[in-house]
């Protein structure tokens, strides 16, 4: 066990990158599934008591201290063992801490540890963690560090210490080694340690963040996989370019792929899964000032996205949103892209500009809906998300992906306000989702991560079974299985 405490050495985790990679979605789960699952019985107390002996007079050793912490600091009995000493102290700590006296406080717990058998391993390391707690109301993290540091090294399943030091480690803004001992809290407290998982959580998200910005700066601009980009356009319902019945028709009689050019071709290109060549005939049309010179732009633009170069792309989604002689249609969907762009750079207020546009634009767009509700989901807002998705459903009722992500954000929400009620309505619909759409992945796959948080182990394997064998080549179904 000390290995997966050993928060502040400087070791490599395997174990810990791999969470980064894979954890975050099951992560925003798990943490709504704590909400509901764990509940405390009374305040967060920072100091431990459980170690005192019971047979300690309440007079030995200590004055009582008054709120103001005024209690003046009596001579410990003669008479007492070493280790009673120690817990006078301990006590006499405890009263000035809860006065707000954290000086006082942390010279009695100083006392204590002075006097403490070395052989009371768990009694020491309770006079450590509650002298780490005085220090943090004082934000001496360094300090915190090291005394929960010694606490855990004395008894090496002190979740409380460990759970300290993490915030020590958050505010000195060292994520990975938070990251660690919230993961070690977690798992030591089995999953019901609601603060534990929700700082794990936001570790896994911040440093996602930081890892893909820094990707993504030295990346070499290359296309995604062709499931990868089949899974992106399928998150939209009608966008205007993806569809085979979006303008230009493309029949037999259209002619070969040497015989097409500009947006028709590339058109065609995208239809059977020749993607190389998209862009640069979307380059021709806009060129030549073509018939489909704005789906092009659209067509380029999230080509560009889809690379990852961000930039290349915001040109021509600025200019789509502009043109008010364009479709409605695409320069909502721009607005989408744009909007879901800001958000991937952590800009969250022009993304929710951005979506706030399209609404007024193409207000009985269900795109609109979907894709906001899946912003408000990442910024924790879950009733609105369910508002969102839900009115998305009620513009497309034959969206399956849609169905699936606001069934599941239903669920999400249910943890969150511990309603068994709304939780069991939520698992109602999302095992309807795969009835209604026994073709979408997306809702086994997130039924499968309702069940599997809710301990429905074999169910949600079957589920993660079907999800992997609709779509065998999406990464994201393997991994959620494993």
Partial sequence: ????????????????????????????????????????????????????????????????????????????????????????????????????????????????????????????????????????????????????????????????????????????????????????????????????????????????????????????????????????????????????????????????????????????LFHTGKYDEVVQNCIEEIESDGEYKYEALLMKATFFLLMGQAEWAVPDLDQLIEKEDADKKLRANALIKRGSMHMQEGNSAPAMADFATAVQLDPDNPDIYHHRGQLNLLLEKVDEAVKDFEKCNELNDDFGLAFAQHSYAKYRLSMLQQSPLQMQNAMQMLDTCTTKFPKCAEGFALLAQAQNEQGLFAQADENFKKAVKLEPDNPTAHVHRG
């Fill in 1 to 268: 066990m000390a290995e997966n405490v050993q928060g502040s050495g400087g070791g490599s985790w395997s174990k810990w990158q791999i969470a980064l990679i894979f954890g975050a979605p099951l992560a925003l789960g798990a943490t709504a599934a704590a909400v509901y699952c764990y509940s405390k019985s009374g305040g967060d107390s920072s100091q431990d008591d459980e170690k005192t002996p019971t047979n300690i007079p309440s007079g030995s050793g200590e004055k009582p201290v008054s709120a103001s912490g005024d209690g003046g600091e009596m001579p410990l009995q003669p008479d007492q063992t070493p280790l009673e000493k120690a817990q006078a102290s301990k006590n006499r700590g405890n009263k000035y801490f809860k006065a707000s006296h954290y000086d006082q406080a942390i010279r009695c717990y100083t006392e204590a540890i002075d006097i403490c058998p070395v052989d009371k391993k768990a009694d020491l390391a309770t006079f450590y963690q509650n002298r780490a707690a005085a220090c943090e109301q004082q934000g001496k993290y360094a300090e915190v560090i090291s005394d929960c540091s010694k606490a855990i090294d004395l008894n090496p399943t002190y979740t409380k210490a460990m759970f300290r030091r993490a915030k020590a480690h958050d505010h000195n803004g060292d994520k990975l080694l938070c990251l660690e001992d919230t993961t070690a809290v977690c798992i030591l407290e089995g999953f019901n340690h609601q603060q534990g998982m929700m700082l794990a959580d936001r570790m896994l998200k911040e440093i996602g963040k930081e890892k893909a910005k820094d990707r993504y700066k030295n990346r070499v601009p290359q296309l995604p996989s062709g499931q990868f980009i089949h899974s992106y356009f399928s998150s939209f319902s009608n966008d205007g370019i993806s569809l085979e019945t979006d303008p230009p028709a493309i029949g037999d009689e259209a002619g070969t792929d040497e015989e097409l050019r500009c947006y028709l071709k590339a058109k065609k």
